[in-house]
């Protein structure tokens, strides 16, 4: 064991007060995001924080900014109440299936391509297609949802508008370009023509003019409510194609660059959002039933950046306007943990009053959503059944296993 090379690697720090576990997953979580020369920080007994540290980095500087960070990340309030509104348990009684990304991989029904994408086929894709189709299904007959599209690029004065840079301007990518110069085309081009591998374009010939990928599902819809009146409520629902830049917190299905979420936005005065965010909860009892799977919906909060976090989550928390579709699964270690599988969002009137969208009286509509993140859900149902195809429901076998 190289334990020069570790001591030299990593700082101490001693955190600002002592925290609990929830914070402690948060810090950890976060700490991609602090310094290029971090490679990740650990809470040891929620008291002090080891700082991983990258060859060449200026470790006074590394240690400010961890130091800075922590100062704000200790400033969460964790401990609220939690809330279950629902709670399905499972009729198959075979142990959770540890691994499910290799066994995925091994079988040939997906590829990851390392980067928080993948790709997949067969009982994986049947899968993926068949929880989508269900919501949407239910979503029709329960709440008269109609069908939508929308691209998934999205201009940054619109997510700007859906205050997404205020809460998680470390998930944003933009789309880059080649500036419109001739020269500059010619010379990337040219350098590519014999090259072994792909050559960027120089910084300097890389134009970025503000197009975005699209980070939450909803976004897109809201430009095309504005100048809308809402006589009743409305319901849309898709299939929305979500990218979230998380660094090294990637991780096989679990956590994704570009994955797949199918969304509900529901428009309509107080009354109608609340009527609806309630009609929601059957909903995904069903679909949790239909799979046969245990699962909860309770209270949550979302995970901001950093400067934001305490503020943000302490808003969300008291107005309980989150509420997360939680699902048993597996750690990498083999414990259990929660796998967030979708949200229950009220908006209030924010998004109606930002694009321009009210109800009959003439006053700011209210929205809200549900996101279903589609990936999530296929991992959570092969962690709980496994590859032994008796596990699983008769009505979910002959379908994905045909
Ligand atoms: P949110 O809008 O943050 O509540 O996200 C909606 C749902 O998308 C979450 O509940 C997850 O199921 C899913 N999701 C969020 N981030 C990721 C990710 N990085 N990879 C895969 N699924 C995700
Ligand atoms: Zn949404």
Same mark, same amino acid.
């Given at each position: 064991m190289n334990t020069h090379n570790h001591a030299f690697n990593e700082i101490s720090v001693p955190l600002p007060r002592e925290v609990d576990s929830e914070i402690a997953g948060d810090i950890e979580k976060e !700490?991609?995001?602090?310094?290029?020369?971090?490679d990740r920080i650990f809470v040891q007994d929620g008291k002090t924080a080891r700082v991983v540290c990258k060859a060449g980095a200026d470790l006074a500087e590394v240690e400010a900014k961890a130091k800075r960070f922590l100062e704000v990340m200790v400033k969460q309030v964790s401990g609220f109440e939690i809330k279950v509104f629902v709670d399905t348990k499972r009729k198959d009684t075979g142990p959770y299936f540890r691994g499910v990304n290799d066994e995925l991989v091994k079988r040939g029904w997906m590829h990851d391509y390392g980067k928080g994408q993948v790709a997949y086929s067969g009982p994986v894709l049947k899968l993926a297609k068949l929880i989508n189709d269900k919501a949407g299904e239910l979503y029709a007959s329960a709440l008269g949802a109609k069908d939508a599209h929308f691209p998934a690029m999205i201009d940054a004065d619109t997510l700007h508008k859906c205050g997404y840079f205020d809460s998680h301007p470390n998930a944003v990518t933009f789309v880059g370009n080649v500036v419109e110069d001739f020269d500059a085309i010619e010379e990337f081009r040219l350098a590519n023509s014999c090259s072994e591998g792909a050559l960027l374009p120089k910084q300097e010939h890389i134009h970025i003019d503000g197009m975005c990928l699209n980070? *939450?599902?909803?976004?897109? *819809?809201y430009p095309t409510l504005t100048g809308q009146t809402f006589k009743e409520g409305q319901c849309f629902t898709w299939l929305g194609r979500v990218f979230r830049y998380e660094s090294r917190n990637i991780?096989? @299905?679990?956590? @994704?660059y570009e994955f797949n979420v199918r969304e509900l936005v529901f428009v309509g005065d107080e009354d109608f959002v609340r009527d609806v965010r309630k009609k929601s909860l059957p909903i995904v009892e069903e679909l949790a039933s239909f799979i046969d799977i245990d699962c909860q919906v309770q209270t949550a909060t979302d995970p901001f950046f950093a400067t934001v976090s305490a503020a943000k989550k302490f808003w969300q928390a008291a107005q309980e306007v989150k509420n997360e579709i939680k699902i048993p699964a597996l750690s990498n270690d083999g414990s259990q943990k929660l796998l967030a599988c979708g949200s229950i969002n009220l908006h209030g009137n924010f998004f109606g009053k930002r694009f321009g969208f009210t109800t009959v009286n003439g006053e700011p509509a209210q929205t809200g959503c549900v996101g279903l993140g589609i990936e999530r859900w296929v991992l959570a149902a092969f962690t709980q059944?496994?590859?032994?195809? !008796?596990?699983?429901?008769e009505a979910v076998r002959n379908i994905i296993f045909r």
């Open positions: !700490s991609v995001f602090v310094s290029p020369f971090i980070p *939450a599902a909803c976004f897109p *819809a991780n096989g @299905l679990d956590r @994704l059944h496994g590859f032994d195809e !008796s596990r699983w429901p």
